[in-house]
């Protein structure tokens, strides 16, 4: 009976971290070139992270922080794009925060526990815009996923992992963003790292197992969404094998 009810607890908890979220914003959008000054400086062409070098620049990495803490989007006056732009970033930008302030670490898995939606690293709310506390699972899951049909945005996000999609060295910007969603997407599918694809053995990443679901109404299966991308096609009617993902931390 007891373990029946932390059971149902943690469940109770969980859903919380995917509440509806809703701040009272007139911001108007920014433009990241303070972090894309400070990627193109610290995170190399395979997105591998200098993360002393974040720790040695952390005044004007605070200063970037500080901008998104007090401009959270709102529909009102940011486009679609400017808010997905400004959500990515955030993502990435506090990930990093987070294994700066834990530094060293040997994988981000190292800062939580091991209950999903409950009290992983990805349940550390030390996250504050214009009032609202979030965390890195609220700011995918409860925004990011939630409010924008763009499955894209999987090979974007990067939780400081070797098998998570290569941290961009630039910051997303409305004006590139699809453009820049495209790239990602080819490098992800492209990368030895994080896929082994063939026409008749591929091995791909867990991420298109995860979040299988996120992929329907843009390709007839997720075989025919990679193949959007993937250099080589893998063949109608071929099963696909998941390779081990692997967390240790994504740093030069």
């Given amino acids: 009976m007891r373990t029946l009810l932390a059971f149902f607890i943690a469940v109770f908890i969980a859903a919380g971290c995917l509440r509806a979220i809703s701040v ?43 901008l998104l803490e007090n401009h959270h989007p709102n529909e009102k006056n940011w486009s679609r794009d400017e808010r997905l732009a400004y959500w990515i970033n955030a993502y990435n930008a506090f990930t990093i925060r987070l294994i700066i302030r834990n530094y060293p670490v040997e994988s981000i898995k190292d800062l939580g526990g091991g209950i999903y939606k409950v009290n992983t690293s990805w349940d550390i709310k ?14 995918e899951h409860s925004i990011i996923r ?78 025919a969404y990679i193949n959007k991308y993937s250099k080589v096609k893998i063949n109608d009617g071929v099963s696909l094998d998941y390779l081990d993902y692997d967390w240790s931390l994504n740093e030069q």
């Fill in 126 to 139: 030390f996250i504050e815009i214009e009032g609202e506390t979030y965390d890195l699972n609220n700011i």
């Fill in 24 to 66: 009272e914003s007139d911001s108007k959008p920014v433009t990241h070139e303070q972090f894309t000054a400070l990627l193109k400086k610290h995170v190399n062409d395979n997105g591998m992270v200098n993360y002393k070098g974040f720790i040695a620049d952390s005044v004007a990495f605070n200063k970037y922080l500080t």
């Fill in 146 to 223: 939630k409010e924008f049909d763009e499955p894209r945005i999987h090979f974007a996000v990067v939780c400081a992992a070797m098998s998570c999609p290569k941290l961009r060295n630039e910051a997303f910007e409305a004006a590139t963003l699809d453009a820049q969603l495209k790239a990602q997407a080819v490098h992800f599918f492209n990368s030895d790292l994080r896929n082994d694809i063939s026409p008749d053995n591929p091995k791909v990443s867990k991420l298109m197992k995860w979040y299988s679901g996120d992929f329907d109404g843009h390709a007839k299966d997720i075989t």
